[in-house]
């Protein structure tokens, strides 16, 4: 196992932006930013005895701050939506950034992924990503002290640890925004998907979880048998239409969140989380654009599983609380595990 660290170029500001490569004995290896706490690529091993980079990212870190679609970043200070860019907490109301439509997206105008972060090697395959969020940053109250714990171990298991605490009430819910395409090729579509979910949260306007908790019996959301994730994604469905596609947080039934694996190159991705949901985003505004290597991505090529709170949790009665309280440590972890199907 080794860490190897070099210039990845700098931000508008001036600020240098470097690439931590993890590299375990079987020579996957992880591709880490500061810019965002970021993973630009994911190699790990196919079929054929090859790697396949299994994630979306970019060559530059220009592409990178130009770009609106998250991709691999660190999301924070809450991910996903809030309802009216608003929230209720101890008694005072805090309105946030409308940057999408009514809603705050992602912790506002400037979220976690668009900070250089400070960053530290752990051991021979481990690189933590640290920063202050100041009081007031996107008008969250609290000044959150908060960490992202990288690790690939020779496994070719990629862990991700969130700490997190607060000298005031706050809220926080830390996602990591990569895409999958285990194919590497753009046929993310194609591939299988369980999902371990009962439950699906109703999506209202604006992709906004109205509250309710839909079954997937009987809907084009039942992956409780893995299928293909593009089978039923044209069906005539109100919640299809609501998102785009799939855009909808799967209330999880246990820690084995979900499978992804490809026929073509044999990978095979589970998801591991102590979270209770998973955002399956399959990439329905991802728009024509050229990554890594000049490997040009479009819609649905690629697909995001983010472990999570539910969105707009604040906002709705019985929801797991995304409330951090002062003083309180907040530490969760999710893994996703790669093999070869044979």
Not at 39 to 60: A, I, N
Not at 101 to 107: I, R
Not at 133 to 155: A, C, H, I, K, R
Not at 302 to 314: F, G, R, W
Request: glycine share 12%; aromatic share 10%; proline share 4%.
């Amino acid at each position: 196992m080794s860490v190897t660290v070099r210039p990845f170029g700098s931000t508008r500001a001036g600020e240098e932006v470097r690439a931590y490569t993890i590299t375990n004995a079987l020579g996957a290896c992880a591709v880490l930013l500061d810019y965002g706490a970021t993973v630009q690529s994911l190699l790990v091993p196919d079929r054929g005895g090859s790697l396949t980079d299994v994630v979306l990212g970019y060559d530059t870190v220009a592409e990178y701050e130009a770009g609106g679609a998250f991709i691999g970043a660190t999301i924070g200070r809450v991910g996903n939506r809030i309802g009216g860019a608003r929230f209720s907490l101890g008694g005072k109301e805090y309105p946030l950034a409308k940057n999408d439509g009514e809603n705050t997206l992602h912790g506002g105008l400037r979220g976690f992924d668009r900070y250089n972060w400070q960053a530290e090697l752990v051991g021979a395959h481990t690189v933590r990503f640290s920063r202050l969020s100041p009081d007031g940053e996107e008008n969250f109250p609290g000044n959150l002290q908060v960490s992202v714990s990288y690790t690939l171990d020779d496994d070719c298991v990629l862990s991700i640890a969130y700490d997190a605490v607060s000298d005031a009430d706050t809220l926080v819910n830390l996602t990591n925004h990569s895409y999958f395409d285990l194919s590497g090729c753009g046929k993310a579509m194609e591939q299988t998907l369980w999902l371990n979910a009962e439950h699906y949260l109703e999506l209202g306007a604006g992709t906004l979880p109205t509250g309710r908790l839909l079954r997937v019996e009987g809907t084009p959301f039942d992956f409780r048998e893995a299928k293909p994730v593009g089978r039923d994604i044209g069906l005539d469905d109100a919640q299809l239409r609501a998102g785009g596609g799939y855009d909808h947080n799967f209330c999880l039934s246990g820690e084995h969140a979900a499978v992804l694996e490809s026929a073509a190159s044999g990978i095979r991705m589970e998801t591991w989380t102590d979270l209770p949901g998973v955002q399956l985003y399959s990439g329905n505004f991802l728009g024509d654009q050229r990554g890594k290597g000049g490997r040009m991505f479009h819609s649905r090529s690629a697909l995001c599983l983010e472990t999570q709170l539910y969105p707009n949790a604040i906002n709705c009665w019985g929801f797991p609380s995304p409330v951090l309280r002062a003083g309180q440590r907040l530490h969760t972890t999710t893994r996703y595990a790669f093999s070869v199907v044979k």
